[in-house]
């Protein structure tokens, strides 16, 4: 059965739908107000944490998938190169460093204007889509990082990873 079936009612708060996400995919969350919800969600490189918000100001959806990063600071032009490279393959959503935080962040904003609502099944897949993204995206930051490779290097593991799996 879709995430959508289980839906019925009209106007269910989007927080409430990723709540009832979070709890289908049995991952650890806390509600942090009626607007917002932070969850941990397992990937193969590693744990990310992930908050969505919902803005009433501007009808807007927002995810913040993060994780932690602490590169040297003779690097960190590096990563920023790295960073350009990656949000060109990047469609939904994009990467940004918050060097104050030492977090990397893949961020994604999904406008519900005009009393729009968002189905559970584009939330599932917007939260699997910052997953995914973070996933395929980690080792080329890594490389750049700490393996001392360039960008291009990093982004075909990248890329090639994208292809390489099943």
Known sequence: MALSEQFFEEDIHPIDIVEHIAEHHDWSFDRLGDDQIAMAVEGQWRTYSITLAWSHYDETLRLVCSFEMEPPEEK??????????????????????????????YRYGLVLAGGQMASPDQVDTM???????????????????????????AMQVAIAEAYGRA
């Open 127 to 153: 939260i699997r889509a910052a997953v995914l993204s973070a996933e395929r995206f980690y080792p080329a930051f890594q490389l750049v990082v700490w393996g001392d490779r360039k960008v291009e290097d």
């Open 76 to 105: 960190l032009s590096a990563l920023h190169a790295a960073l350009n490279a990656v949000n060109d393959e990047c469609w939904a959503g994009a990467f940004t460093f918050w060097a104050e935080q030492k977090l990397m962040i």
